[in-house]
Structure formats: C-alpha cells, structure tokens
C-alpha cells in the first residue's frame, strides 16, 4: 500500500475480544445475532433463529416460519460498530434459506503519508528536531469488513430402533451449507475472498429414550466453518493473500419445559477448535414465549441478556465484557 497506516491495526484489534487481529477473518468470530452472544455464544446445538445462518446452518430448516432479524452492536466507546441482518424463508418439504449481511465498520482511522520519512533516517530524526515528526495524522480514512452468507438446510426425520422396549427413538437431522463471500476495504485497497461452511443439527425427544414425559430434547450441533480454508485475496501490487483458518464449531443443549411456570430452560455448551480452543457456556430462562433472561461465559469473559415481545416483535439486548470494555448489542426479530 501507498500509504504508512499508523492505526490500521486498529481495526483488527477491534474485531474479536479474546484473539485480537491475529488473523484475516478474526471479523466473524465476534458472532451474530444478540440472543446468541447473550448466551456467551453457545448456540451451534440450539440454532433456532435467524442467527443459524452463521451459528449452525443445520439448524435453519427446523425453522418453520418466515423470519426478519438485524443486530447493531456499540463496540468500545463508539470505535466501532457492528451490524447483522438477517432473512429466512421456509420451503416445503423441511427445507429452508436464508442470507444475512455482517458487516464491522472502524471509522476515524488516522494515517500518516510516507513522504514524512523519504530522505531522511532515524537517526536524522532524532538529532534534528526539523525533521521530526508531529504526530498530526494528515487525514483519516475507514475500514469495513463485509460477510455476505446464503445458506441452504434440509430436515431429515427417522426413527431409529435400539432394539429394547419395542419402540424407535424419533430424531430430527438438519443438515446445511452455506456460501460466504467476504469483503475488507482499508482506504482504496479492497480484498475478497470465497468460503464455505457445513452444518449439522441433531435433535431428540428425552421422554421417549427415558420413558418420562416431563423431560424435553437433547440437541447437538457441529458447524465446519471455512471448510478447507478460505483466502482473502487484496488488490495491490503484490495480490497480497490472507489466509481465513478453518475453525469447528461441536455443542450440545439441553431444553427443558416447565409447564407449571409456564416457561422453558435451556442449558448449552460450545467448544471452539480454532486457535487453542475456547469453550462457551450459556443458559436461556423463556417465560410463555413473551420473556427471556440469558447468562453465558467464555475465555474469561461473561455476558447476559434479555427479550421482551411486544406486539409480536421480539426486543433483544446483550450485553458483553471482553478485554477491551463492555459491549452492547440491540437486535429485533420478526416472525411472520
């Protein structure tokens, strides 16, 4: 790139709270959705809105009504903010789309132009205080990080015989995929790339298996995301490339209704292979489908949230502590 960027850094710093800009598509690991974050991001096994386009795109098919969902998320003191949107449209025979937008903005950035260092030395610098330098930015300039996703999922139900009791325990398969093309823009300088992931969501009633009917489902969830790797590819001089890492995404829930309170409880754990590993737990307390109060933990961090119905419209707030400050996101969804 033609220019110095002092603080373009600064815009992969802020994109993840616990693996702060060590790789290209660090963006997308802040997740999507404010449910899902408020439950510190254990949601591949739940996957039961709009947000499973990106969370576990098999869970998309077991949505069975057409959904509207966007988020907007205040990121560190208004450095940066970060935006989801999202579309589902259930299909017959258990089959589901959606797409979703995401999209991280830094705006403010300061730069310096280079012409500051030509002909001179560090050691000219520091002996002249001519040519030193003044600290004033000759400009600034925004980054963005774009993802766009279009996913595909269809349920399988079937009964599988263990042979004992004379009786098949019912399972539901969703099984989907979804194409990402991605977008990062510094200054002038545009870089792309093409990726995909595979999802799987497995769900079972735990009454049948028990033989006890106060009990709900088990559900299990695996997400390959950037299968085989994805590569963002910039359009300098040197077609610069940037390697997104293959991550997966293994969860289990538990959901449990209780029908004397007229509400539904449900306990989640994820564990995230890329990097070292993260593991992410979160739990979901829904009163009557109008209200829900939600807890998670990951990598040392905590968030909660909650979701008020009003008039049919589901009002989402999470917020998240990560290493950098507390973060707010505010979300909406509709179903229709």
């Known amino acids: 790139m033609k220019k110095i960027l002092i603080l373009s850094?600064?815009?992969?710093?802020?994109?993840?709270?616990?693996?702060?800009?060590?790789?290209?598509?660090?963006?997308?690991?802040?997740?999507a959705g404010v449910r899902a974050l408020g439950m510190?991001?254990?949601?591949?096994?739940?996957?039961?809105?709009?947000?499973?386009?990106?969370?576990?795109?098999?869970?998309?098919?077991?949505?069975?009504?057409?959904?509207?969902?966007?988020?907007?998320?205040?990121?560190?003191?208004?450095?940066?903010?970060?935006?989801f949107i999202s579309y589902v449209?259930?299909?017959?025979?258990?089959?589901?789309?959606?797409?979703?937008?995401?999209?991280?903005?830094?705006?403010?950035?300061?730069?310096?132009?280079?012409?500051?260092?030509?002909?001179?030395?560090?050691?000219?610098?520091?002996?002249?205080?001519?040519?030193?330098?003044t600290g004033i930015p000759d400009g600034k300039f925004r980054s963005t990080d774009d993802l766009y996703q279009f996913s595909f999922s269809k349920t399988i139900k079937f009964g599988a015989n263990m042979g004992w009791q004379f009786f098949e325990i019912p399972f539901e398969l969703g099984m989907g995929g979804n194409i990402k093309f991605i977008q990062r823009q510094i200054m002038d300088n545009l870089g792309s790339g093409t990726g995909f992931d595979i999802g799987l969501k497995l769900r079972t009633d735990m009454a049948v298996i028990f033989d006890e009917d106060s009990l709900?489902?088990?559900?299990?969830?695996?997400n390959f995301q950037d299968v085989a790797g994805t590569t963002i590819t910039w359009d300098t001089y040197s077609e610069m490339r940037d390697e997104v890492l293959f991550n997966t995404k293994a969860g289990v829930a538990l959901v449990q209704p209780i029908p004397s309170l007229k509400s539904e409880i449900?306990?989640?754990?994820?564990?995230?292979?890329?990097?070292?590993?993260?593991?992410?737990?979160?739990?979901?307390?829904?009163?009557?489908?109008?209200?829900?109060?939600?807890?998670?933990?990951?990598?040392?961090?905590?968030?909660?949230?909650?979701?008020?119905?009003?008039?049919?419209?589901?009002?989402?707030?999470?917020?998240?502590?990560?290493?950098?400050?507390?973060?707010?996101?505010?979300?909406?969804?509709?179903?229709?």
Request: proline share 3%; aromatic share 14%.
């Open 266 to 336: 449900a306990l989640a754990y994820d564990y995230d292979y890329v990097y070292q590993g993260t593991s992410h737990y979160g739990a979901d307390w829904n009163y009557d489908n109008r209200a829900n109060l939600r807890l998670g933990y990951y990598d040392t961090n905590f968030s909660c949230g909650a979701s008020l119905k009003v008039y049919g419209v589901f009002l989402d707030y999470a917020l998240v502590t990560n290493p950098i400050g507390i973060t707010n996101r505010l979300g909406l969804r509709v179903r229709f």
């Open 216 to 222: 709900g489902d088990l559900l299990i969830g695996l």
């Open 9 to 31: 850094l600064l815009s992969l710093l802020l994109c993840v709270p616990a693996f702060a800009g060590r790789y290209a598509g660090d963006f997308m690991m802040i997740g």
């Open 40 to 83: 510190g991001g254990a949601f591949s096994a739940l996957a039961n809105d709009g947000s499973a386009i990106y969370w576990n795109s098999g869970g998309l098919s077991q949505i069975r009504e057409s959904e509207v969902q966007a988020m907007h998320a205040f990121l560190y003191g208004d450095l940066a903010s970060y935006d």
């Open 89 to 133: 449209q259930p299909l017959p025979n258990d089959v589901s789309i959606g797409f979703n937008l995401t999209r991280l903005t830094v705006n403010d950035i300061p730069y310096f132009d280079e012409r500051h260092l030509v002909g001179t030395n560090v050691d000219e610098r520091m002996s002249d205080l001519g040519l030193q330098l």
